[in-house]
């Protein structure tokens, strides 16, 4: 079993930061990409930033909606990736969720895991 915990959410107004932060624990031989999406009410859910796991150096994505004031980062030791967002707008405002391609234990077929949910309101 495998589980994929997101903390930090809240409500803020524009300009200000947060971090999110996405914990995966249980049964893990691996986890591959991990990443963000997130949907607005009335819209798709959408990739937010994506982060692939290339040894040393994790490679990361992002869409441009985000480019510059997103930045996805991860700690393979924790299995943990952050999303500290920056500059953030009303436009921003939805709920993120966590993703991750997990490799499970026994080893078996990579796996796609999310997390629950955490709610981000931009607002004045």
């Not at 803020?12 to 691996?30: E, H, K, M, T, Y």
């Not at 994505?61 to 920056?86: C, E, H, P, W």
């Not at 993703?99 to 709610?119: A, H, K, L, R, S």
């Amino acid at each position: 079993q495998v589980q994929l915990v997101e903390s930090g959410g809240g409500l803020v107004q524009p300009g200000d930061s947060l971090r999110l932060s996405c914990a995966a624990s249980g049964n893990i031989f691996s986890i591959n990409a991990m990443g963000w999406y997130r949907q607005a009410p009335g819209k798709q859910r959408e990739l937010v930033a994506s982060s692939s796991s290339g040894g040393s150096a994790n490679l990361a994505d992002y869409a441009d909606s985000v480019r510059g004031r997103f930045t996805i980062s991860r700690d393979n030791g924790k299995n943990t990736v952050y999303l500290q967002m920056n500059s953030l707008k009303p436009e921003d405002t939805a709920v993120y969720y966590c993703f991750g391609e997990v490799v499970p234990v026994p080893i078996g077929p990579e796996q796609n895991y999310w997390g629950q949910g955490t709610q981000v309101t931009v607002s004045s």
